[in-house]
């Protein structure tokens, strides 16, 4: 899928941006965030020196730093791109140093536990609007990020109870400013969503590749070698961050549940259609799966390209 961004804004939205952790989707916002003018000055923070290093050979902000409290002082919006794990030490860390009205957000893929652990830390001063770009690879850190990731993906906003309309109106501007569609939902809502649509597969994934790997009559070397389509897709997808996956599976614990209680009852529904020979049963479920992949298509969230169309140069996907 080749995407291109629009044209940059005539005016910044922010005069200074702070991103907090400059792995794949800081780098990537970083990227966009310049290339499309959305904010003057764009100042990185991350706990690894390292990750801080690339990030200032790339040349993704103005001003590097892992003192995250620094990197706050002067923003008018901060991002924080770390593992949601992680957000309520930054917090912390942060919530002195911020400015009257700054506008804090976050790209998380659990949105209800980060409110809850952000909302009583940051001061009255600060304008809470949580988001999560649905747009990501399994690749990881600075080097993986790309300014086109968020073009044409959905971006979901969470503003708590109360949030600031302003603060709102320009979270929004600004992924809309780097190419993604908006919708604005209840943060318990977004992760049964997400649960269900991401979650569950991440976990479903990490345990087919994980018993593929513990079989005892099957060697690794013949699950490499003869990894069909399928497994090799699923093998992509458990290659993923564990320190992000293990975060959002402790941060979004209920709705996880709740979907995989329900998909281990169509589980056992499957098992027994294949016990009793029920071809007509397979045959009804396949063809209903298959009609909303055509609709993922037809929605140009997915491409209809062999091989998902992921031989490309970017082989974005509709991450976590
Ligand atoms: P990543 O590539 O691993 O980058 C995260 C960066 O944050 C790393 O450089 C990490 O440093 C740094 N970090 C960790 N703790 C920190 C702290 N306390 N203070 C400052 N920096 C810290 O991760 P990512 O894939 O960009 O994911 C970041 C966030 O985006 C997560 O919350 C995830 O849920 C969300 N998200 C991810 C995707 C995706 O597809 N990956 C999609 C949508 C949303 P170290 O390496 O030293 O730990």
Same mark, same amino acid.
């Given at each position: 899928?080749?995407?291109?961004?629009?044209?940059?804004?005539?005016?910044?939205?922010?005069?200074?941006?702070?991103?907090?952790?400059?792995?794949?989707?800081?780098?990537?916002?970083?990227?966009?965030? @310049?290339?499309?003018? $959305?904010?003057?000055?764009?100042?990185?923070?991350?706990?690894?020196?390292?990750?801080?290093?690339?990030?200032?050979?790339?040349?993704?902000?103005?001003? %590097?730093?892992?003192?995250?409290?620094?990197? $706050?002082? #002067?923003?008018?919006?901060?991002?924080?791109?770390?593992?949601?794990?992680?957000?309520?030490?930054?917090?912390?860390?942060?919530?002195?140093?911020?400015?009257?009205?700054? !506008? &804090?957000?976050?790209?998380?893929?659990?949105?209800?536990? $980060?409110?809850?652990?952000?909302?009583?830390?940051?001061?009255?001063?600060?304008?809470? &609007?949580?988001?999560?770009?649905?747009?990501?690879?399994?690749?990881?850190?600075?080097?993986?990020?790309?300014?086109?990731? %968020?073009?044409?993906?959905?971006?979901?906003?969470?503003?708590?109870?109360?949030?600031?309309?302003?603060?709102?109106? #320009?979270?929004?501007?600004?992924?809309?400013?780097?190419?993604?569609?908006?919708?604005?939902?209840?943060?318990?809502?977004?992760?049964?969503?997400?649960?269900?649509?991401?979650? &569950?597969?991440?976990?479903?994934?990490?345990?087919?590749?994980? =018993?593929?790997?513990?079989?005892? #009559?099957? =060697?690794?070397?013949?699950?490499?070698? %003869?990894?069909?389509?399928?497994?090799?897709? /699923?093998?992509?997808?458990?290659?993923?961050?564990?320190?992000?996956?293990?975060?959002?599976?402790?941060?979004?614990?209920?709705?996880?549940?709740?979907?995989?209680?329900?998909?281990?009852?169509?589980?056992?529904?499957?098992?027994?259609?294949? @016990?009793?020979?029920?071809?007509?049963?397979? /045959?009804?479920?396949?063809?209903?799966?298959?009609? !909303?992949?055509?609709?993922?298509?037809?929605?140009?969230?997915?491409?209809?390209?062999?091989?998902?169309?992921?031989?490309?140069?970017?082989?974005?996907?509709?991450?976590?």
């Amino acid at each position: 899928m080749a995407e291109r961004l629009g044209p940059p804004l005539a005016e910044p939205i922010f005069d200074e941006l702070a991103i907090i952790g400059i792995g794949l989707i800081g780098s990537s916002l970083a990227r966009a965030i @310049r290339k499309q003018n $959305v904010a003057r000055r764009i100042f990185v923070a991350d706990a690894s020196p390292g990750a801080l290093a690339r990030a200032e050979a790339l040349e993704l902000g103005d001003a %590097f730093t892992t003192d995250v409290a620094e990197a $706050v002082r #002067d923003a008018d919006c901060v991002i924080l791109c770390a593992p949601v794990g992680a957000n309520g030490a930054i917090g912390r860390a942060i919530a002195p140093a911020l400015k009257a009205r700054a !506008i &804090v957000s976050d790209v998380g893929s659990v949105k209800g536990a $980060v409110i809850a652990e952000l909302e009583p830390i940051l001061p009255a001063r600060a304008r809470l &609007v949580p988001a999560h770009p649905v747009a990501g690879t399994e690749q990881s850190g600075p080097d993986a990020g790309f300014a086109t990731l %968020f073009v044409n993906r959905w971006s979901i906003l969470t503003p708590p109870e109360g949030a600031d309309p302003d603060a709102v109106r #320009d979270v929004r501007a600004l992924w809309e400013a780097i190419g993604s569609n908006v919708e604005t939902m209840s943060a318990a809502h977004h992760d049964l969503v997400l649960a269900i649509t991401s979650h &569950v597969p991440h976990l479903i994934a990490y345990n087919i590749v994980g =018993t593929a790997a513990d079989l005892e #009559d099957v =060697t690794q070397s013949e699950v490499m070698k %003869f990894s069909a389509g399928g497994f090799r897709d /699923f093998t992509r997808i458990a290659a993923s961050d564990p320190t992000m996956w293990r975060d959002v599976f402790l941060h979004n614990k209920e709705a996880v549940l709740e979907m995989l209680g329900r998909f281990g009852e169509d589980l056992t529904a499957l098992q027994r259609m294949i @016990r009793r020979g029920d071809g007509d049963g397979l /045959f009804a479920l396949f063809t209903r799966t298959r009609a !909303i992949r055509l609709g993922i298509v037809a929605q140009g969230q997915e491409t209809a390209a062999p091989d998902f169309g992921r031989r490309g140069p970017e082989g974005r996907s509709a991450g976590p």
